[in-house]
């Protein structure tokens, strides 16, 4: 058996080196996903990259950042994107290809295009909203009815964080001293895991009985928010059975988590005043409601008041006008007896000549049978005055209609009747009506 040419490792690994510097001699731009990411004490910081196809890595090769290009390379990034370069992120770099024959082919890096980062983030986001629209998620939350007074909160974030400590002070803590349910749901809130934990809370969520799920975080970079522009974690939102609200970053950030929840709002603080307003909104209806009824309970107070005077001032008026008629009646009785004594006194004094003494005597008996004839009608018309009859205990009674009863045919129970007393009058129902006829004169009282 003759002998095999060969070469030895080292050689081999010499020739790979020269055939990749003669194929890739220059410096050429690279998209890829950043795989890992290490930064190391001697300055230097080594990384993965990385390419899928369809969930698989389709290709991966070892790079290096040298440790005068790392400090730069990195601080322009964080200045561009607002995020640290770390594992997870899509890059455009600039390479250059070497070959070692030690440690084989790798990658040195010397340069990065920020705005590509920036751009396919972009890019996804966009095509992210087409297709939630195309799918329907977009209104989804929108249908669902929040209640008038929200109170059962589940607040999906993170304990720690800066923004829920003022949700919770400014919500807890209010002046008027309305009284929530908070129930936390800790979750992660930027990251690769965050969409994954924050579906997790809401699928936790919505197997229970609140008002309102909400996501709350503070401030942050749009790369550290790019989270919340997740294809799964919106259709989560969208199809929560409980109304989700949003308060994610500041006044200038939208996210697609913003878009197809139930509402959102830009600050915790917010986020708080959103269910503050709904209690203080009903405060207001409630007070509307109380003038009114007390409006109402003064109009029914004054009517009856007025209509009591009216009844009080007519029975005044009926009264007087009895006791005028009977003063008149009196006097027209005073006259007349007055008008027939004299006329008998002119014909005794014409007989007088005749008869003095009989005329005398007659005269004398006419004129004290007249007196004592006043003096009985005097009595009784005395006797008829209202005013005297009530002041013997009687009392004058009046029907529901101001007239004065005589009989109780005219009454049935449950009516109000006016009493009149010589010192004053009262309102009084009847709870029960005796009748001669029928009780046998067994006639009781209260």
Avoid at 388 to 413: E, H, P, R, S
């Amino acid at each position: 058996m003759g002998e095999r040419d060969y070469m030895d490792l080292l050689e081999l690994q010499a020739r790979i080196k020269e055939s990749v510097a003669s194929a890739f001699p220059g410096r050429y731009w690279v998209k890829a996903e950043i795989a890992s990411w290490s930064p190391r004490s001697n300055g230097h910081c080594y990384l993965s990259l990385t390419q899928s196809q369809g969930g698989k890595s389709v290709a991966e090769s070892r790079a290096m950042i040298w440790k005068w290009n790392y400090p730069q390379l990195t601080l322009y990034f964080e200045e561009t994107t607002g995020q640290k370069l770390q594992a997870g992120i899509t890059v455009l770099v600039r390479v250059q290809v070497a070959f070692s024959e030690l440690y084989g082919m790798s990658l040195y890096i010397d340069d990065i295009d920020a705005a590509f980062t920036l751009g396919q983030q972009a890019l996804e986001r966009k095509r992210n909203i087409e297709r939630l629209q195309k799918d329907g998620y977009m209104d989804m939350q929108k249908e669902l009815a929040l209640p008038e007074l929200p109170y059962r909160l589940a607040v999906i974030t993170s304990r720690t964080a800066a923004g829920y400590q003022d949700f919770r002070n400014h919500l807890l803590n209010n002046p008027e001293g309305y009284a929530f349910q908070l129930d936390l749901y800790e979750a992660l809130m930027q990251g690769e895991q965050a969409p994954a934990s924050i579906v997790e809370a809401l699928a936790e969520i919505g197997d229970k009985n609140y008002d309102a799920a909400l996501i709350l975080r503070g401030g942050g970079s749009e790369l550290d928010l790019q989270c919340f522009d997740d294809f799964g974690l919106a259709v989560a939102i969208a199809t929560c059975p409980v109304p989700v609200i949003t308060a994610i970053g500041h006044d200038k950030d939208v996210h697609i988590a913003d878009m197809v929840a139930h509402a959102s709002v830009k600050t915790p603080t917010a986020l708080a005043d959103l269910f503050l307003e709904a209690f203080e909104a009903q405060d207001a209806v409630i007070d509307r409601l109380q003038g009114r009824i007390a409006a109402g309970l003064n109009r029914v107070a004054a009517r009856e008041e007025l209509r009591v005077k009216s009844v009080e001032a007519g029975l005044k008026n009926a009264i007087q006008r009895r006791v005028s008629g009977l003063e008149m009646l009196l006097q027209r009785n005073i006259g007349r007896i007055s008008k027939g004594l004299l006329q008998k006194y002119a014909a005794l004094e014409r007989l007088k000549d005749a008869a003095v003494h009989r005329i005398r005597f007659a005269a004398s008996a006419k004129h004290s049978a007249a007196f004592s004839e006043l003096a009985l009608k005097e009595a009784l018309i005395n006797g008829s005055d209202p005013r005297k009859i009530l002041g013997l205990g009687y009392v004058l009674v009046t029907g529901k209609d101001n007239k004065v009863l005589k009989t109780v045919d005219k009454v049935a129970v449950g009516d109000r009747i006016g009493v009149r007393f010589q010192d004053g009058s009262l309102t009084a129902r009847v709870d029960e009506i005796y009748t001669e006829s029928l009780h046998n004169n067994n006639i009781k009282t209260a």
